[in-house]
């Protein structure tokens, strides 16, 4: 009997879990962007979450929270409440790329998350200046070893994707190079318009108008040619051995209860299914794409390991 009496008062168990959740949300939602406002990241996240208040019919608030190759708001995330309200989006700096550069990260990029899922995938693009004299990277290469100096490139950041892309092409076309981080890619825009930097690396949300307007050049994609800017020659297509997909994703943090995860990911993968947001997302450069949250982290926890062999391999550190 006294089994039977225990099993008997453990079945409320479930549905008092699941009324926890059953009018989620009942508030406005808080997107946090680990990116500078004006960036792909920031352009992205402000067109998913206004798709998402939509849906959930709450606020989705955005909040930047930049800094540290966005390390910093991701940690933000992950010691957030695990209560469906903070959601982020999360690129390959925050994710896979962070255990590459910091040893001592403040956040373990799988354990602490759940992911939502994969947003799609993009490519990051080497900018210039239209009168800039090298038009693909073999003018650029031999451009380069005439110079006394390193040629200077741009990045969002130290351990940025545009870092590591830089670093690669300098590793393997043997191309002295020297990365000057900022803290977003408005800036860096703002710079090669001007003449004051004369390459960078930007995500394809950021460089795509500007190359389509001409009003600034592309020498190359650091990945695989993107449908956005489809005339741009992929590293690979250029002799430079190296092709691996950049994603975006969105992620809660770990103990976020299932009903709401489940929630969220639907809210998602109907969302990446709508025509008008797959456009929306072509012209900025990315390719929608949804994968489950589960493929999303087996796909974080597999690429970690060889990102970190390439920081080590281009001596990309931030201790």
Known sequence: MPAVAAALLAVPAAPAA?????????RPIRMLLPFAAGGGGDILGRFLAERFALQLKQPVVVENRPGAAGTIGTHAVATAAPDGYTIMIGGMSTHPLAPAVYSRLPYDPVKDFQSLGTIGSSSIVMLAANPFPADNLKELAALARKQAAPMQYASWGAGSTGHFCGEVLSQKAGIPMQHVPYKGTSQIITDLLGNHIPLAFVDMVTATPFVKDGKLKALAVCTRRSPSLPQVASYKEQGIDFDRELSWAM???AKTPRPIVD?????????????????????LGITARYASGAQQQ????????????????????LD
Do not use: M
Not at 18 to 26: R, V
Not at 304 to 316: D, G, M, R, V, Y
């Open 263 to 283: 929630k969220l990911s639907a809210v998602l993968e109907t969302t990446l299914k709508d025509p008008d947001v797959i456009g929306r997302l072509l012209a």
């Open 298 to 317: 087996e796909n974080n926890a597999r690429d970690i390991p060889a990102w970190k062999a390439i920081a080590q391999q281009a001596h990309i550190s």
């Open 18 to 26: 699941a009324a926890g959740t059953a009018g989620y949300p009942e």
């Open 251 to 253: 992620y809660v943090p």
